[in-house]
């Protein structure tokens, strides 16, 4: 199993869609947690932390489920600009060793 | 917060070649890792710079292909060795800054790279 899994997609929208995006992680000493945002031919730009309570910026609302080993991305009215690969990342226990999933494409189409 | 300059930004190189990207930081930084992103694909670290000693390596990836220099805390070097066109990627100098709860990890503009 990899250490960090998220469904591919490409997830494609309409402008105004509320999307949701899951990300599964398997050490469960895993300490923190991040989406990074990666625009097409760009480096990978920190979206926002997951803290433990959920945190909420905008129109962007993470979540994190310590039980089940998920962390989750909404985004309520999405638009155009919303559209690219959307990064989960999971900080081990103790380790500096960022771990990156695969990303899941988003595409909002007008 | 940190920006990270990379150069060159991007390249083409002859097979056999070498190939020394350098990563500069604005501020004093303890971990400073290098990434490769192949097409279509996420980001797999290559390895650990760190200032003082040697690299740490990960799986997959040695020093002889990859020799990485950290003379600093806000400098970095990797060499690409030997090229081949499976060296053809993004390459991506990245450092972590602790601050508030957690560490947040920042990446430079990459450079990409065409072996042929």
């Known amino acids: 199993r990899k250490e960090v899994e998220q469904d591919p997609g490409p997830f494609n929208v309409p402008e105004g869609a509320t999307v949701a995006f899951n990300c599964t992680y398997s050490?469960?000493?895993?300490?923190?947690f991040f989406w990074y945002r990666q625009d097409c031919r760009k480096e990978p730009k920190l979206l926002m932390s997951?803290?433990?309570s959920g945190n909420e910026d905008g129109r962007f609302t993470a979540q994190l489920n310590r039980a089940s080993q998920y962390i989750s991305l909404l985004i309520r009215d999405s638009k155009l600009s919303d559209s690219a690969t959307y990064l989960c990342?999971?900080?081990?226990?103790?380790?500096?060793?960022?771990?990156f999933g695969p990303g899941t494409r988003l595409s909002v189409l007008p | 917060s940190a920006v990270i300059s990379q150069k060159p930004s991007r390249d083409i190189c002859q097979r056999g070649t070498s190939l020394t990207i350098q990563c500069q930081v604005d501020?004093?930084?303890?971990?400073m890792f290098w990434y490769r992103q192949q097409p279509g694909q996420s980001l797999t670290l290559i390895a650990t710079a760190n200032q003082g000693s040697e690299a740490t390596y990960e799986s997959g990836f040695v020093i002889d292909k990859f020799p990485i220099s950290r003379p600093n805390l806000t400098f970095s070097t990797l060499t690409v060795s030997n090229m081949s066109p499976e060296d053809s990627s993004i390459y991506l100098c990245?450092?972590?800054?602790?601050?508030?709860?957690?560490?947040?990890?920042?990446f430079g503009p990459g450079t990409r790279l065409l072996v042929l």
């Open positions: 050490n469960s000493a895993s300490q923190s």
């Open positions: 990245s450092v972590v800054v602790a601050g508030g709860p957690s560490k947040t990890q920042y």
């Open positions: 997951v803290y433990s």
């Open positions: 990342v999971v900080n081990g226990g103790g380790g500096q060793n960022f771990v």
């Open positions: 501020s004093q930084v303890t971990m």
